[in-house]
């Protein structure tokens, strides 16, 4: 039993009695005498802000987004049903930010008809076109018809800085597509736009990751008068094209999009005090996150995605750079972000175990007042939550959609009630704890438990036996005989299929992504209360949640 004297908002000491960390085998009865964590039943001071609407969302590479969402002639109603499950539990379809490398690499082609996206080799276009051998991709007035085949959803729509900022090309390709994006995006679609991708980076040139961009100097004034310059026309081709969108409550952009940590050339602090948001259109503060690299030394499932000290680190990183922005009052969003950087690794990032890294990191910036997640996709993107059409891979609901599932149900429904999360500090790395607060009581508990357990263990003589630690939760004023049970269950922290939440598959396979409920898995568990204590299990390599109302 994990046992620990912990209070949240009581003034109650940390004492820890003791718990197997699972390295041979969690069984977890190792302080059986302790004291449980004491919750308490109002919200404590350490409790995040409010959760905004739509917090669970995603962003989508731009160049394989009509893969995501198809064309008003053959709309991708899997990828509509996996939102609409989110949607379902959070109260809002997840908000979808359309942008990234592409974005920056892309062409509008008006007689392209045939195809939504069209991939240009390198060197194709002469150096009065394209620069520097840069690589670029071609879009059609199709393209913008994926944008209408998700009801209720609203999108963040990427205009290309990369290239309109060195040749002519790009530039007058950026204004030919404003018509088409804000015509595609009316009725409610657009939430706002973005104005270049990474740009922090584009004098550089890394493998596998976004070419170069910039040559001659490129520092913080620079950027911002390339971005005033072109934010300021695109205003203008709107306020013709569609005047509704030109105004000072509906024109607004998400910026400026770094990659954090960023670099010495371009700084967060130096890009606002030479005015980026000088014209009052940057409406959400955007940085981009990764918890590591497919490149890095020394990357594994449990060092690296199943360690809530890893999370905590790499939110800490995203909220320092904020901070020199805290007392602008803008609110602050992840609006690209995903477990290891350029696509994934197989192995890793497409296992049950990305699943519970989903879940907690989703929940730890809840808890830590970042105002919405965006999980990156892209076709055959190994950390997909989703494959959305046969490619290289087949149409597929991956481990992490289940875990941004588990999220979307601990946080709830943002738009009918106030929600709050705080974090439960636990001692070890692989175990991660919250409380969510609904109208200010305590409504859910939920444990993680990263402890890692391979399915596909070649030699189970050897490998130590699942653990199954307890967790005792104490909760003063709680009056309730019973509270219910929905476990995040599979075989194993590497298993990549025989998932389920709450004894339901999203798999694609059985109904398009529609939740089914399956025969084989428990579901509808209830514990007992005594004397306002709570005792749940939580077996290695799985997450739980505790409804108490």
């Not at 709680?478 to 339901?504: E, H, K, P, Q, W």
């Amino acid at each position: 039993m994990v046992a620990i004297a912990l209070a949240i908002g009581l003034g109650v000491g940390l004492t820890r009695t003791g718990r197997n960390s699972g390295s041979t085998g969690s069984s977890g009865v190792n302080g059986s005498s302790g004291s449980p964590i004491i919750i308490s039943n109002v919200i404590p001071p350490t409790a995040s802000q409010p959760i905004p609407e739509a917090f669970i969302s995603f962003a989508i590479d731009f160049g394989h987004f009509p893969d995501f969402a198809g064309n008003l002639s053959v709309p991708n109603v899997y990828s509509n049903n996996l939102l609409n499950n989110i949607g379902n539990l959070t109260g809002t379809k997840p908000y979808i930010r359309v942008g990234g490398t592409s974005a920056d690499e892309a062409l509008y082609n008006v007689s392209l008809q045939t195809t939504a996206v069209n991939r240009i080799s390198r060197y194709t276009y002469s150096a009065d076109l394209l620069p520097h051998g840069i690589h670029s991709i071609e879009i059609g007035d199709i393209f913008f018809e994926s944008y209408g085949t998700w009801p209720d959803t609203k999108y963040i729509h990427a205009f290309s800085l990369g290239l309109a900022g060195i040749c002519a090309a790009g530039w007058s390709s950026l204004f030919a597509t404003v018509p088409v994006a804000c015509q595609a995006l009316g009725d409610g679609k657009l939430l706002w736009w973005e104005y270049g991708n990474e740009p922090d980076l584009y004098s550089n040139s890394n493998p596998g990751g976004p070419q170069q961009l910039r040559w001659g100097p490129w520092g913080d004034s620079e950027y911002v008068s390339q971005w005033q310059n072109g934010t300021r026309q695109i205003r203008d081709v709107l306020a013709q094209a569609c005047p509704d969108m030109a105004t000072a409550n509906a024109y607004g952009y998400i910026a400026p999009s770094f990659w954090i940590p960023n670099n010495d050339e371009l700084t967060v602090m130096g890009t606002f005090n030479s005015g980026i948001n000088a014209d009052n259109d940057i409406k959400l503060i955007s940085f981009h996150n990764y918890i590591a690299s497919t490149s890095d030394p020394g990357i594994s499932l449990q060092g690296t995605l199943l360690n809530h000290t890893n999370t905590m680190q790499s939110i800490a990183q995203q909220l320092d750079q904020y901070n020199f922005l805290v007392n602008t009052s803008i609110p602050f969003i992840i609006s690209e972000t995903n477990s290891l950087s350029d696509v994934g690794t197989p192995g890793i990032s497409d296992t049950f175990g990305a699943a519970l890294w989903t879940m907690d990191y989703n929940l730890w910036s809840a808890s830590q007042n970042i105002s919405r997640v965006h999980m990156q996709q892209g076709t055959n993107f190994f950390y997909n939550a989703w494959q959305p059409i046969r490619s290289n891979l087949d149409i597929a609901t991956k481990p992490p959609y289940y875990g941004s599932i588990a999220a979307a149900a601990m946080l709830g429904d943002s738009t009918a009630s106030e929600i709050k999360i705080a974090n439960i500090p636990l001692p070890s790395y692989t175990e991660a704890a919250y409380a969510t607060y609904v109208n200010g009581k305590l409504a859910r508990i939920a444990v993680i438990n990263m402890q890692g357990y391979n399915a596909t263990e070649s030699d189970l003589q050897t490998q130590p036996p699942r653990g199954q630690p307890s967790y005792m939760f104490s909760i003063p004023e709680f009056t309730s005989t019973s509270v219910g049970v929905r476990r995040l269950m599979a075989n194993g922290s590497d298993s990549v299929t025989g998932i389920s939440f709450d004894g339901y598959s999203y798999a694609y396979e059985l109904q398009q992504g529609v939740p089914v409920l399956l025969r084989n898995v428990t579901r509808g568990e209830t514990i007992v209360v005594s004397n306002g204590t709570v005792t749940v299990q939580v077996m290695d390599s799985s997450a739980v949640i505790l409804d108490l109302t």
